[in-house]
């Protein structure tokens, strides 16, 4: 099994910074895609920022500019810095990884338990 950890949220001017991180443990053969989505009270997960395993990035239009995902593989752990903070950033935000738990068989997908995102004033 996979578990991944959340952490970094909280409560942030607008204009301010945070980063978070998820660190995924347990049977881990291969990670593939690590990434971010959002959900803010009364809407839809959207997706925020994706990283493949070779690095390559994208993002939602929205934060664009002002969010950057980036990984470190060596400790299966996927960030997500956030600058610029807007209200409407506000928002649970949860982690997302596609592992490959055996060197037979296909990856599967795992989520964090969220964490609480709030900028206000």
């Known amino acids: 099994q996979v578990h991944l950890v959340e952490s970094g949220g909280g409560l942030v001017q607008p204009g301010g910074s945070l980063r978070l991180s998820c660190a995924a443990s347990?049977?881990?053969?291969?990670?593939?895609?690590m990434g971010w989505y959002r959900q803010a009270p009364g809407k839809q997960r959207e997706l925020v920022a994706v990283?493949?395993?070779?690095?390559?990035?994208n993002c939602a239009d929205s934060v664009k500019g002002r969010f950057t995902i980036s990984r470190d593989n060596a400790k299966n752990t996927v960030y997500l810095q956030m600058n610029s903070l807007k209200p409407e950033d506000t928002a649970v935000y949860y982690c997302?990884?596609?592992?490959?738990?055996?060197?037979?068989?296909?990856?599967?997908?795992?989520w964090g338990q969220g964490t609480q995102v709030t900028v206000s004033s």
């Open positions: 997302n990884q596609v592992v490959q738990v055996k060197p037979v068989g296909g990856p599967n997908n795992y």
């Open positions: 990283i493949s395993s070779g690095g390559t990035t």
């Open positions: 347990g049977s881990i053969f291969r990670i593939y895609v």
